[in-house]
């Protein structure tokens, strides 16, 4: 892989169009000031003062956040919030990024899953993130929540030329990825090929038919060996190579440092990653990979090539400490730059 191909790559995403489907969080920064901490004359508890609140969208958001930073023309996102203040505060980040959230189907008896994050502002500078205060549905979907967002998709699918599913909540049939959503993606992966259909979920990528999926060892690992994963990069790349014959469709490993392999119709390949040196925030990295990959190869990249901007998102935005981060089409150019021959066999 050359500069000159990645700018090729990169110039197509304007004309793009890249659904999000899945699980939109909001994330939710708190950030407290320990210097004017007061205490609670009715409790005698510490009264933590905050002084800014940051809102960012999170889970299938962040996902859709790393899109619109990489370019990426149209960015239309379908899920679940809920008919309340967090739902509105996710819509509006997500508009402010240019992603489009009317496929956001707001429901009553539903809260907009949050992580609220509480982080402390130190001396340095420097935050120091405190436990999480978490809120999601532990209950499951409705049906008819479910049609309404199948009716929608099997309308968009035809006009976008990748989707990205997200699949986040770990209790099943509690987000938006259910079983019956599930087999109805496979059935529209099969009817519209032209799509590049990519799923990345934490705890069900087994279950998946169809659709290319995005996985960590950890996942990958516990997905074909519940009882005893594995947790070594080649015992990892076993498991994908399994998960990719059940699936149907090539899988995209992470592996941290070691980069990145391809499972697919021929033997694995392997995708190196750039080293990198200082602290890193692995938050979110996982999303920018995905984006990286679906966006390279709706506008025509090899699974390789797409690996390789998978990559080299994820080294960018895991350098962005206490947030979320995403990277634009000159950071990857100048990340390429640092290290392209690492990639010169890369086609």
């Known amino acids: 892989m050359t500069s000159q191909r990645l700018e090729e790559i990169l ?42 609140v940051r809102c960012q969208p999170g889970g299938a ?7 619109c930073a990489l370019g990426i023309g149209q960015v239309p996102c379908f ?47 420097q935050l120091r993130e405190l436990e999480r205060l978490d809120s999601k549905n532990r209950a499951p979907v409705a049906r008819e929540l479910e049609e309404a967002l199948l009716t929608q998709l099997r309308q968009a699918a035809p006009r976008v030329d990748a ?41 069900r990528g087994a279950e998946f038919r169809n659709v290319m999926l995005k996985s960590n060892r950890e ?48 033997r694995a390949k392997r995708v190196p990653t750039l080293p990198l040196s200082g602290e890193i925030d692995i938050v979110g990295a996982g999303d920018s990979a995905a984006a990286g990959i679906a966006s390279a190869l709706c506008v025509g990249a090899s699974l390789a090539e797409a690996a390789v901007i998978g990559n080299i998102v994820a080294s960018i935005t895991v350098q962005q400490l206490g947030t979320t ?10 990340r390429f730059a640092q290290a392209q021959d690492l990639w010169a066999d890369i086609s």
Not at 16 to 29: I, N, P, T
Not at 239 to 252: I, N
Not at 325 to 334: D, N
């Open 163 to 203: 989707v990205i599913i997200q699949d986040q909540v770990q209790e099943p049939d509690c987000g938006v990825i259910t079983a019956r959503v599930r087999r109805a993606l496979a059935e529209l992966a099969k009817q519209h090929e032209r799509v590049v259909w990519l799923a990345d979920s934490r705890t």
């Open 325 to 334: 981060g995403t990277a634009t089409q000159q950071q990857v150019m100048a």
């Open 219 to 266: 996942e990958a690992c516990a997905a074909v060996h519940p009882e005893s994963p594995a947790h070594d990069p080649e015992g990892a790349v076993s498991c994908a190579e399994v998960l990719s014959e059940r699936t149907g469709a090539p899988v995209f490993l992470t592996l941290g440092q070691y980069g990145m392999v391809v499972t697919g119709p021929d």
């Open 11 to 52: 110039a197509r995403l304007g004309r793009a169009a890249v659904l999000v489907l899945g699980d939109f969080f909001l994330d939710k920064y708190l950030e407290i000031d320990p210097q004017l901490e007061e205490t609670s004359l009715e409790t005698g508890l510490a009264a933590h003062q905050i002084v800014s």
């Open 61 to 67: 958001g962040n996902v859709a956040a790393n899109l």
């Open 79 to 125: 899920g679940l919030i809920g008919d309340d203040g967090e739902g509105f505060e996710l819509v509006r980040a997500l508009r402010q990024l240019g992603a489009n959230a009317q496929g956001l189907v707001a429901a009553s008896g539903r809260v907009t899953p949050t992580y609220r994050k509480p982080v402390v502002r130190m001396p340095d500078g």
